[in-house]
């Protein structure tokens, strides 16, 4: 199965200066990934392993004082994750990204109709606001909310709504679920699994793997330890696994 979208020897350092002194931190190490298309594949791994960091190598947005090298590849093009050239046509048309705070997604000063209708103005959107909420479960009234009016899980789907504006083929979702109680939770998987099933390459960061293993919706999974990719596997292999560190995300880790 050809990927849509294939990251190789993504390496990330980061940099800082302490008592007049440059120190440095590499938090990638030549990591590869890849998504598929129709399938949603999950990136987990402990807490600062670098997740996050590898959706921002996959944007090509690395946060400031980070050094990202490698090499993104999409169907028809390959972009260096530490350079600007290439990524503006890529970043909300190829590549979807909602970021792990759904704060950061929309500004408090409009409603969330108005800024809607904007990102389906820059992307060239051949679909309305209204339209896209519907492809994510909310009702036509919440165009009319502020921000700060929207429920956490109707904010983390506004937040998928805004990153399906330009029919990506991939959609990156930071944390999909967090701060969402199972229900809410489950109903997220499901929202990501038919878009899976439309077709889209879906990769979800996540570290919660009991609302993961409830939904039952993730084909593969990566999992990183220390700013390496340490396994690619399913979710139902993790239960089997040899590697406690791998185990440890199974549905019924033995410390459970
Ligand atoms: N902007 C930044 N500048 C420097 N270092 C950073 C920056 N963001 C993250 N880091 C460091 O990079 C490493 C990986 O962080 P990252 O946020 O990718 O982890 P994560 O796996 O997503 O963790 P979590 O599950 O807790 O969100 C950590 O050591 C973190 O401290």
Same mark, same amino acid.
């Given at each position: 199965?050809?990927?849509?979208?294939?990251?190789?020897a993504?390496?990330?350092?980061?940099?800082?200066?302490?008592?007049?002194?440059?120190?440095?931190? =590499?938090? $990638?190490?030549?990591?590869?990934?890849?998504?598929h298309?129709?399938?949603v594949?999950? !990136?987990?791994?402990?807490? *600062?392993?670098?997740k996050?960091?590898?959706?921002?190598?996959?944007?090509?947005?690395?946060?400031?004082?980070?050094?990202?090298? *490698?090499?993104?590849?999409?169907? +028809?093009?390959?972009?260096? #994750?530490?350079e600007?050239?290439?990524?503006?046509? #890529?970043?909300?048309?190829?590549i979807?990204?909602?970021?792990?705070?759904?704060?950061?997604?929309?500004?408090?000063?409009?409603?969330?109709?108005?800024?809607?209708?904007? #990102?389906? +103005?820059?992307? *060239? @959107?051949?679909?309305?606001?209204?339209? $896209?909420?519907?492809?994510v479960d909310?009702?036509?009234?919440? $165009?009319?909310?502020?921000?700060? &009016?929207l429920?956490?899980?109707?904010?983390?789907?506004?937040?998928?709504?805004?990153?399906?504006?330009?029919?990506?083929?991939?959609?990156?979702? +930071? &944390?999909? =679920?967090?701060? $969402?109680?199972?229900?809410?939770?489950?109903?997220?998987?499901? !929202?990501?699994?038919? !878009?899976?099933?439309?077709?889209?390459? #879906?990769?979800?960061?996540?570290?919660?793997? =009991?609302? !993961?293993?409830?939904?039952?919706?993730?084909?593969?999974? =990566?999992?990183?330890?220390?700013?390496?990719?340490?396994?690619?596997?399913?979710?139902?292999?993790?239960?089997?696994?040899?590697?406690?560190?791998?185990? @440890?995300?199974?549905?019924?880790?033995?410390?459970?």
């Amino acid at each position: 199965m050809n990927a849509a979208l294939a990251a190789t020897a993504v390496t990330a350092t980061a940099a800082w200066q302490h008592r007049g002194r440059r120190e440095q931190l =590499t938090v $990638l190490e030549a990591a590869d990934l890849a998504v598929h298309a129709g399938a949603v594949h999950a !990136l987990i791994g402990e807490s *600062g392993c670098g997740k996050s960091m590898m959706a921002r190598a996959l944007i090509g947005l690395p946060p400031p004082a980070v050094t990202m090298t *490698g090499t993104v590849h999409l169907a +028809d093009r390959a972009l260096q #994750v530490g350079e600007r050239r290439g990524w503006g046509q #890529v970043r909300g048309h190829q590549i979807g990204y909602v970021p792990q705070s759904t704060a950061t997604s929309f500004t408090a000063a409009h409603t969330l109709g108005r800024q809607l209708q904007q #990102v389906c +103005d820059v992307l *060239g @959107a051949d679909r309305t606001p209204v339209e $896209l909420l519907a492809a994510v479960d909310l009702p036509v009234n919440a $165009l009319e909310l502020y921000p700060h &009016e929207l429920s956490g899980g109707m904010g983390q789907r506004a937040a998928i709504a805004a990153a399906l504006a330009g029919r990506p083929q991939v959609l990156i979702a +930071d &944390e999909p =679920t967090s701060a $969402l109680d199972p229900e809410l939770a489950e109903h997220t998987w499901k !929202l990501l699994a038919a !878009l899976a099933g439309d077709g889209c390459a #879906v990769l979800a960061i996540t570290h919660d793997m =009991t609302a !993961l293993h409830a939904a039952g919706v993730v084909d593969e999974v =990566t999992v990183m330890r220390a700013g390496q990719v340490l396994a690619r596997t399913t979710p139902a292999a993790l239960d089997t696994a040899a590697d406690p560190y791998l185990a @440890a995300f199974g549905k019924e880790p033995a410390w459970q």
